[in-house]
């Protein structure tokens, strides 16, 4: 894992340095949007398990939105913010073969660009794990006051403990126009650190809303939402799915016992719509299995609300 992220490392000084001094001086950067998602199994198929919660949200920095990445490595960054829980079935009497409980928060720093037709998102998180996270007191709190059952004695014990994940994340996509005006964007994905894995996949957008925007994806459910927006009002259908191969994880450690999947599977489908004064997204994605023991896949609920004054 470390050889991968020193190399990721590398290749980010070796593209950023094609720039000239007179490229990074040109402009002054300035915050060209923002973008959140939030993503839960209650509002998917009504549990609350496994890929049980998470939120991911992006501030966007540039200089200047023409509605295409621009060609320079580090012109557009990203400043991205995610939490998570993942939880067993039964949060009180966990199954012996269950995964075991875990929280995470992540902050990260990206960058977008293009070169030619493919699209490149690049960049390195921070992922940090355990009780240093705040997260399990948090869904304690939520589901004393909601008089549900919270974490036991036995979930508490076998949780993934406080430590720090160095990880990057790079993607590669490029869009192709249909006859009828929908978009079709194949992509592959990498990551190595919290999870090593690589995705082959494909998002079809249907309808005007999100074009010549930047549109981030989650990490959860693969979702991408829309973080730098013009606004244009109008609705579109999304479509997609993806296939990961998946060497490592942290969430489901060998070492403990667990027998994690190594094919991971996505289908999702959703709609933006953006209204003069609102704008908004929902969406559902199946999640196939991830482990060994877990007795079917689940489907989580993605939505995003906003309202300009």
Same mark, same amino acid.
């Given at each position: 894992?470390?050889?991968?992220?020193?190399?990721?490392?590398?290749?980010?000084?070796?593209?950023?340095?094609?720039?000239?001094?007179?490229?990074?001086?040109?402009?002054?950067?300035?915050?060209?949007?923002?973008?959140?998602?939030?993503?839960?199994?209650?509002?998917?198929?009504?549990?609350?398990?496994?890929?049980?919660?998470?939120?991911?949200?992006?501030?966007?920095?540039?200089?200047?939105?023409?509605?295409?990445?621009?060609?320079?490595?580090?012109?557009?960054?990203?400043?991205?913010?995610?939490?998570?829980?993942?939880?067993?079935?039964?949060?009180?009497?966990?199954?012996?073969?269950?995964?075991?409980?875990?929280?995470?928060?992540?902050?990260?720093?990206?960058?977008?660009?293009?070169?030619?037709?493919?699209?490149?998102?690049?960049?390195?998180?921070?992922?940090?794990?355990?009780?240093?996270?705040? *997260?399990?007191?948090? $869904?304690? =709190? +939520?589901?004393?006051? %909601?008089?549900? !059952?919270?974490? @036991? &004695?036995?979930?508490?014990?076998?949780?993934?403990?406080?430590?720090?994940?160095?990880?990057?994340?790079?993607?590669?996509?490029?869009?192709?126009?249909?006859?009828?005006?929908?978009?079709?964007?194949?992509?592959?994905?990498?990551?190595?650190?919290?999870?090593?894995?690589?995705?082959?996949?494909?998002? *079809?957008?249907?309808? $005007?809303? =999100? +074009?010549?925007?930047? %549109?981030?994806? !989650?990490?959860? @459910? &693969?979702?991408?939402?829309?973080?730098?927006?013009?606004?244009?009002?109008?609705?579109?259908?999304?479509?997609?799915?993806?296939?990961?191969?998946?060497?490592?994880?942290?969430?489901?450690?060998?070492?403990?016992?667990?027998?994690?999947?190594?094919?991971?599977?996505?289908?999702?489908?959703?709609?933006?719509?953006?209204?003069?004064?609102?704008?908004?997204?929902?969406? %559902?994605?199946?999640?196939?299995?991830?482990?060994?023991?877990?007795?079917?896949?689940?489907?989580?609920?993605?939505?995003?609300?906003?309202?300009?004054?």
């Amino acid at each position: 894992m470390i050889r991968l992220i020193a190399a990721a490392a590398i290749a980010f000084s070796a593209i950023a340095g094609t720039a000239t001094a007179q490229d990074t001086l040109s402009t002054e950067r300035v915050k060209l949007g923002y973008g959140r998602l939030v993503t839960n199994d209650f509002i998917g198929d009504t549990q609350d398990r496994w890929r049980s919660g998470s939120v991911q949200a992006s501030r966007i920095w540039g200089r200047g939105w023409s509605g295409d990445l621009p060609e320079q490595f580090g012109d557009v960054i990203e400043l991205r913010l995610g939490g998570q829980i993942i939880a067993p079935d039964d949060l009180k009497k966990p199954a012996a073969d269950d995964r075991p409980y875990a929280t995470t928060v992540a902050l990260g720093l990206h960058t977008h660009f293009a070169r030619g037709a493919v699209e490149f998102a690049l960049g390195a998180d921070m992922v940090v794990t355990g009780d240093q996270t705040g *997260l399990r007191n948090f $869904q304690d =709190g +939520l589901h004393d006051a %909601l008089g549900v !059952d919270g974490t @036991s &004695g036995t979930t508490r014990a076998n949780m993934i403990g406080n430590d720090f994940h160095p990880t990057v994340v790079v993607e590669a996509g490029r869009e192709f126009t249909l006859n009828s005006g929908a978009r079709l964007r194949p992509f592959v994905e990498g990551r190595a650190g919290d999870e090593t894995l690589i995705r082959a996949g494909a998002d *079809l957008t249907i309808g $005007q809303t =999100g +074009l010549g925007e930047l %549109l981030v994806r !989650d990490v959860v @459910s &693969g979702q991408r939402y829309r973080s730098v927006s013009n606004r244009n009002a109008g609705r579109s259908f999304v479509l997609g799915g993806d296939v990961a191969h998946v060497a490592d994880s942290i969430y489901l450690p060998e070492s403990a016992g667990y027998d994690m999947s190594d094919l991971r599977t996505r289908l999702r489908a959703g709609v933006h719509w953006q209204a003069e004064k609102t704008s908004g997204f929902y969406g %559902l994605t199946y999640l196939g299995e991830e482990f060994e023991g877990q007795d079917g896949g689940q489907v989580v609920g993605s939505v995003r609300l906003k309202f300009d004054f």
